[in-house]
Nanobody
């Protein structure tokens, strides 16, 4: 049974940093495409960072590029999202997602088969 468990959310002031973790069980972080999505109440879930091939291929939505870093720790079977220079507009519930193999459309939530429960990130101005 696949489980993805996020942790690391919290409340920070603008300009601060957080690191989100997604611990996987029954699933290989290094062997599949994974992503971080975020969602604000009443809005669609938005993909912000994707990773495939054990971290050899990463991509970011323009609003977080240069501030967020997605990376795997294959030994710990954990996916991370380092978030720096946080802005109030980054406030959302963040979810990690795992695909079965390759995600053809990495920012499309429908391409992912497994989801964590979400962790709240709140950035105050």
């Amino acid at each position: 049974q696949v489980q993805l468990v996020e942790s690391g959310g919290g409340s920070v002031q603008a300009g601060g940093s957080l690191r989100l973790s997604c611990a996987a069980s029954g699933y290989s972080v290094g062997a599949n495409c994974m992503a971080w999505f975020r969602q604000v109440s009443g809005k669609e879930r938005e993909g912000v960072a994707t990773m495939c091939a054990g971290g050899d291929h990463t991509s970011y939505v323009s609003s977080v590029r240069g501030r967020f870093t997605i990376s795997p720790d294959n030994a710990k079977n954990t996916l991370y999202l380092q978030m720096n220079d946080l802005k109030p507009e980054d406030t959302a519930t963040y979810y990690c997602a795992g695909a079965n193999g390759w995600a053809l459309h990495p920012y499309n939530a429908n391409d992912y088969n497994y989801w964590g429960q979400g962790t709240q990130v709140t950035v105050s101005s």
